[in-house]
């Protein structure tokens, strides 16, 4: 499959969309793969179609280390880098074009492991569309017709969104699909809509996808494929998105109303099997949309990818200092608070339990013993085995981790963990930072089901979580920083911080400060702490808040196309 010149001509390349489809028949989404179909199979054959509209789900591989094993999915989700290795929860132990990004290195022609959004994502709108179109002259029944309409449009729209969270104004391409014979000369192929054009057509496709979609996946409705819920869902991101200081299209009110129609639906909740375990299980009624992966379908092994060097994995993903530092103490406490009870010679000890559910640390349980990142002789310190693979920061990755999995040899043995791509806690933790900056911490609005504090409180008590709940009479400052607070630990390393701290425009506070580590000297049975830096040079500018479209899709454009601020040399 010809993926660069797919890449480097992403608007224009319809002849590569009918016949270089990425198969799905190594997802629990099971259906033959399509990669060898022709445009007359896929336009004559309802099967063919189905199987088509169905791998819309998936996206081509454009680059090295991307979906060990399967094609990827939405984001980048359970690939070696984690997206959380561009933000300051994770340095990405060997690089992989992750480094650039954290030293502020970012350049339209080298982007490193972000670099793929752009031309995947318009490759799959024009998917959508070439489905759409042959979905409009088939016959099959009306009902379906209107299900797999309305599928389309919910992936279409999930595409939109990522092109709008990394690239800001994007070019909406509504149901055209752009071929080599087009005119170039024609300044609408590349025009870019405003962010909230952008973001008021993804919605308004997203309304209309949800009146057709299910609210639940039947037995003819697989596993794995949109439902109402996920397309409320989706609406619900980009509303919140929508109203924050970056993008400044949309209201704080229509936020909440969005978060609030998924929440109506009443029919999800807070997990109640144990946060870690929420990760682990396909079946929970907290998430709303989810890539399953069956035995057959393995993606990136996530236990030798990221776990300690003792036990013989690849310490890929570690988390910094600055995400240590930021869990409260089980008592709600912020460790800088002198009344927390947080002791610097005893660090991880009372700490919110997400801490860990999510973070490998030196003393920690895992597996067979306690893992030891302390000097000398720590086994899984650069004094152990496969030091190549040393924690740079003195911790490990232990969110999304199946410890029944085996580390070791792990070849068609592990990675069939889901990837979450929605759950019931954001929808929560949306609704709330909506609802306190529109009404403030404690009103419930008007059509509402809750106030903001309870929203959260609902959240900090999962029940193995079981954190204090927020108090009444927060002022609005106050809770900001709560959501914000929850946002960091719940979410953590599911592609949430990067957008966060940037639609918020505080990455230029927190992605300019340097990648934390720690080094623990073992003398007899006494710890000793020292900080450490864990990745030098770390950088952010305020062309930052928007990835550069690559250079080849602007010269592709015959430079029409315009680049986002600060990119132009």
Known sequence: MKTKSIYKISFLCLFLIAIGVAGCKKDILNVESTDILSPSTIETDTTALEAYITNR???TRLQDKEADGSAPGFGRGFEYSMWSSFTDESVYNNDDATWLIQRGQLEPENLGSAGVYWGRSYRGVRECNYALGVLSKIAISTSHKKKLIAELKFIRAFRYQDLIRNYGKVVLMGDKITELSDNLQDPALFQRASIKESIDYVAAQLDEAAVDL???NSSSWLTGRATKGAALALKSR???????PLYNAGTWQAA????????SLNKYGIYTGGYANLFLTDQSNEVIFARLFTKNANHTHLEIANGPNGYGGWGGNLPMQNLVDDYEMANGKPITDPTSGY?????????DPRFAATILYNGAAYRERNVETFIPGGKDSKDGNDNWNTTKTGYYLKKFMNDAYPLQNPW?????????YFRYAEILLNYAEAANEAYGPDAV????TMSARQAINMVRARPDVNMPALAVGLTQTQMRDAVRYERRVELAFEEHRFYDVRRWKIADVTE????????ITKTGTTFTYTPKVALDGRKFETKHYWLPIPRAEILASGGKLEQNPGYNK
Request: hydrophobic residues 45%.
């Open 445 to 448: 609005p008007a059509g509402s």
């Open 256 to 263: 909440v109303t969005a978060a609030q129609a998924v929440i």
């Open 412 to 420: 068609g043995n592990a990675g069939f963990q889901p990837w979450i």
């Open 343 to 351: 002791d610097a010679n005893n660090p991880y000890k009372d700490r």
């Open 238 to 244: 980009l509303l919140l998105y929508a109203a924050s």
């Open 512 to 519: 300019n400060k340097p990648a934390g580590g720690i080094i």
């Open 214 to 216: 299910p609210l639940d």
């Open 57 to 59: 789900y998936l996206g």
